[in-house]
């Protein structure tokens, strides 16, 4: 499987601040995803992110709040917008392969973000 | 919709022991896959088995097996002779036909005793 790296794997965020995450995959992929784990939670899809087009945003998400870019088949940034307490979370990044025809998606180390 | 439920919050065992972890599901779906990932506490999501819906033989990867009741929807996982390591969140979830969203469960904690 692809390896997956994030940027950065920990921060603490002021309140009303932005935060741009990097994912770095080490070959070309078709489908990126960023997910959110809140503190306790399970994993929750914010969007597919879309080469060379706008993202794909799940319900209760919106691209004000969660711009994401996709220049090319390997990286992909999510910032986090206007940050609240609420935002605190785990963001993590995956990659698929063989989707939707396969099989299985893969993740990277994850962002753990913490406002205060 | 589907959904994918973890009944057991919390789940200790034995060294060198077996534990079995459970999942269930629903879906109106007969081809879809199930998948149990692990996340130790460095947070990063591993894959640790997969199942094919119309596959009839559990998968197995090494100490790691499932028990696939299609007709009931459930999926759990048995993890065999117990390991220190093996100490994580688990989740179960879920992805339907022709589609890339995953559907993950709220996730179970083994606790690895010594």
């Known amino acids: 499987s692809a390896v997956i790296s994030q940027k950065p794997s920990r921060d603490i965020c002021q309140r009303g601040t932005s935060l741009t995450i990097q994912c770095q995959v080490d070959s070309q992929v078709t489908m990126m995803f960023w997910y959110r784990q809140q503190p306790g939670q399970s994993l929750t899809l914010i969007a597919t992110a879309n080469q060379g087009s706008e993202a794909t945003y799940e319900s209760g998400f919106v691209i004000d709040k969660f711009p994401i870019s996709r220049p090319n088949l390997t990286f992909s940034t999510l910032t986090v917008s206007n940050m609240s307490p609420e935002d605190s979370s785990i963001y993590l990044c995956?990659?698929?392969?063989?989707?939707?025809?396969?099989?299985?998606?893969?993740f990277g180390e994850g962002s753990w973000l913490t406002v205060v | 919709a589907q959904t994918v439920t973890q009944s057991q919050p919390e789940m200790s065992v034995q060294e060198a022991e077996t534990v079995t972890l459970s999942c269930t599901y629903d879906?109106?779906?007969?081809?879809?896959?199930l998948f149990w990932y692990k996340q130790p506490p460095s947070r990063q999501m591993i894959l640790v088995i997969r199942?094919?819906?119309?596959?009839?033989q559990n998968a197995t990867e090494n100490r790691f097996s499932v028990n696939f009741q299609k007709a009931a929807k459930s999926f759990s996982l048995k993890i065999s002779d117990s390991q220190l390591g093996d100490a994580a969140m688990y989740f179960c979830?879920?992805?339907?036909?022709?589609?890339?969203?995953?559907?993950f469960g709220t996730g179970t904690r083994l606790k690895v005793l010594a």
């Open positions: 979830a879920y992805r339907g036909p022709g589609t890339y969203k995953y559907i």
């Open positions: 199942q094919e819906a119309y596959k009839q």
């Open positions: 879906t109106s779906e007969s081809d879809y896959y």
């Open positions: 995956s990659v698929g392969e063989g989707i939707p025809s396969g099989n299985t998606i893969y």
